[in-house]
């Protein structure tokens, strides 16, 4: 075995102690990759994810993001906890959050793992030079991870391993030395289309090519402002994030869990009508160290009133109007379109009341909109 191989075998060795359950290494990104990327963003399907488009160089090159690359150590961890079946969906008092969010946030769990594995890479090649990367880079880990051979790129655009499953991050370590690179990984998709048939907003608009602004994940997660209009049934009661098309999975009917309890559910009871009444000081308790934090309170309970307004509980009702004085324009703009659901016409005379002094354009709007409904259903 040639020295190299023997490093990299170390180094591999060390990352699986480290609990890594996926280890890969490759050179360079394809130029297939880099193409398609462009493509999807002149469709603009990253919506309003300005990041993706900010970096093109950098995304585009991995010598732009760390230059004298030689290797990209690619790196699996897998997040799975619990079975996840589509039976979420009947259980309509309850908020769905992707299983990667049940707990802490991951970048947080993986980069002390991560600064183990540099050093382990710097003892093994000594002065050599390296960057981490978990998630929030600039550069395309499904991509890297499958050339990696860490897994294929499936039809929904997740890294899909076979005997794994997808419920897992990646992650990379850049290194400006040559090591061992590994067999890229074939797609075994074949004929199956279970993830584009589930998707609840066609967000696979293609195979292997997703609409981010179509998807759950972003509209729940990564939009700011108002959820449009024509996605809020949709949405049902995800709340943060959305599995489905990976629950469809076939390949994650072998998917394996793991022990790390890092990755636990921390509070599995997420009832909506308990998280429609938590206050700033509330949810920054509730949600401190999760990747919940992300959406803002504002965020997760525009979320929470679109999925109660989903629920046909009228038992929302109550806390929907006191949610109607909320402090946040976002969130009372979505109760206003969660109590239309529930009441129906009947909304109408209890908005007028509460919303008197209501100043907001986009709470107005929404008010608005319920009203010219319900006119053109009397005009008819
Ligand atoms: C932006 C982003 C999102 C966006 C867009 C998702 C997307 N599919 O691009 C949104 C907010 C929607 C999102 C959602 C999710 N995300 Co996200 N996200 C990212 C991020 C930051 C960038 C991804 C990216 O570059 N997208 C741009 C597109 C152009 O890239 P692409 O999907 O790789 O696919 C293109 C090319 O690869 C090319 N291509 C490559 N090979 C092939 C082969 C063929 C045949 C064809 C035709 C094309 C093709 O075509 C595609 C263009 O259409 C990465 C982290 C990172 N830095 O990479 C995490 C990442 C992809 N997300 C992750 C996760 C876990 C999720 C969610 C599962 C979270 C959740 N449960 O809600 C969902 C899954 C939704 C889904 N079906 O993809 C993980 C995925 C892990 C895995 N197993 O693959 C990542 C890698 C984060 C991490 N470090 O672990 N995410
Ligand atoms: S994460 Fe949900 S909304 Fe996004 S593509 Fe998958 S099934 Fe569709
Ligand atoms: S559901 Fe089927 S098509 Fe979609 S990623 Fe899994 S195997 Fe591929």
Same mark, same amino acid.
């Given at each position: 075995?040639?020295?190299?191989?023997?490093?990299?075998?170390?180094?591999?060795?060390?990352?699986?102690?480290?609990?890594?359950?996926?280890?890969?290494?490759?050179?360079?990104?394809?130029?297939?990759? !880099?193409?398609?990327?462009?493509?999807?963003?002149?469709?603009?399907?990253?919506?309003? %994810?300005?990041? %993706?488009?900010?970096?093109?160089?950098?995304?585009?090159?991995?010598? *732009?993001?760390? /230059?004298? #690359?030689?290797?990209?150590?690619? $790196?699996?961890?897998?997040?799975?906890?619990?079975?996840?079946?589509?039976?979420?969906?009947?259980?309509?008092?309850?908020?769905?959050?992707?299983?990667?969010? +049940?707990?802490?946030?991951?970048?947080?769990? $993986? %980069?002390?793992?991560?600064?183990? $594995?540099?050093?382990?890479?710097?003892?093994?090649?000594?002065?050599?030079?390296?960057? !981490?990367?978990?998630?929030?880079?600039?550069?395309?880990?499904?991509?890297?991870?499958?050339?990696?051979?860490? &897994?294929?790129?499936?039809?929904?655009?997740?890294?899909?391993?076979?005997?794994?499953? =997808?419920? @897992?991050?990646? =992650?990379?370590?850049?290194?400006? #030395? !040559?090591?061992?690179?590994?067999?890229?990984?074939?797609?075994?998709?074949?004929?199956?289309?279970?993830?584009?048939?589930?998707?609840?907003?066609? /967000?696979?608009?293609?195979?292997?090519?997703?609409?981010?602004?179509?998807?759950?994940?972003? $509209?729940? !997660?990564?939009?700011? &402002?108002?959820?449009?209009?024509?996605?809020?049934?949709?949405?049902?009661?995800?709340?943060?994030?959305?599995?489905?098309?990976?629950?469809?999975?076939?390949?994650?009917?072998?998917?394996?869990?793991?022990?790390?309890?890092?990755?636990? /559910?921390?509070?599995? =009871?997420?009832?909506?009508?308990?998280?429609?009444?938590?206050?700033?000081?509330?949810?920054?308790?509730?949600?401190?160290?999760?990747?919940?934090?992300?959406?803002?309170?504002?965020?997760? +309970?525009?979320?929470? *009133?679109? *999925?109660?307004?989903?629920?046909?509980?009228?038992?929302?009702?109550?806390?929907?109007?006191?949610?109607?004085?909320?402090?946040?324009?976002?969130?009372? *703009?979505?109760?206003?379109?969660?109590?239309?659901? +529930?009441? &129906?016409?009947? /909304?109408?005379?209890?908005?007028?009341?509460?919303?008197?002094?209501?100043?907001?354009?986009? #709470?107005?709007?929404?008010?608005?909109?319920?009203?010219? @409904?319900?006119?053109?259903?009397?005009?008819?």
């Amino acid at each position: 075995m040639s020295l190299i191989n023997e490093k990299t075998l170390r180094i591999e060795n060390f990352a699986k102690e480290l609990g890594f359950d996926g280890f890969g290494v490759t050179r360079e990104l394809s130029s297939k990759s !880099i193409k398609k990327y462009k493509e999807w963003l002149s469709l603009n399907y990253q919506g309003e %994810m300005s990041y %993706m488009s900010r970096n093109v160089e950098k995304r585009s090159s991995l010598n *732009a993001v760390f /230059a004298g #690359v030689q290797s990209v150590v690619c $790196l699996r961890t897998n997040y799975l906890t619990e079975d996840k079946d589509m039976n979420f969906i009947n259980k309509k008092d309850r908020g769905d959050l992707s299983l990667y969010a +049940l707990n802490e946030d991951y970048h947080e769990v $993986l %980069m002390q793992r991560h600064k183990e $594995l540099e050093k382990k890479i710097k003892e093994e090649f000594d002065g050599c030079q390296t960057k !981490i990367y978990i998630d929030t880079g600039p550069i395309l880990e499904k991509p890297l991870a499958q050339s990696a051979g860490l &897994g294929w790129i499936g039809k929904h655009t997740n890294l899909i391993t076979e005997h794994i499953g =997808s419920y @897992y991050f990646i =992650s990379e370590i850049l290194v400006d #030395v !040559i090591l061992k690179v590994s067999e890229p990984s074939l797609d075994k998709c074949g004929t199956c289309r279970s993830c584009i048939d589930i998707c609840p907003t066609k /967000a696979i608009v293609a195979p292997y090519i997703l609409d981010s602004r179509r998807c759950i994940s972003y $509209l729940t !997660i990564e939009l700011k &402002g108002v959820i449009p209009l024509e996605f809020r049934k949709a949405l049902g009661n995800h709340i943060y994030g959305c599995d489905d098309c990976q629950i469809v999975c076939p390949w994650n009917s072998f998917a394996v869990k793991t022990d790390d309890q890092s990755f636990f /559910a921390r509070d599995g =009871s997420f009832q909506l009508i308990e998280l429609m009444r938590l206050d700033d000081v509330a949810f920054r308790k509730r949600f401190k160290k999760s990747p919940v934090k992300r959406t803002k309170r504002r965020g997760l +309970l525009r979320n929470v *009133a679109v *999925a109660l307004g989903n629920s046909g509980n009228l038992s929302a009702v109550g806390p929907l109007i006191d949610a109607l004085t909320d402090h946040e324009p976002l969130i009372r *703009a979505h109760v206003v379109w969660a109590l239309g659901e +529930l009441l &129906g016409k009947k /909304a109408l005379p209890i908005l007028d009341k509460t919303l008197t002094h209501e100043n907001e354009d986009i #709470v107005k709007n929404e008010v608005e909109l319920l009203k010219q @409904y319900y006119n053109k259903r009397k005009d008819k």
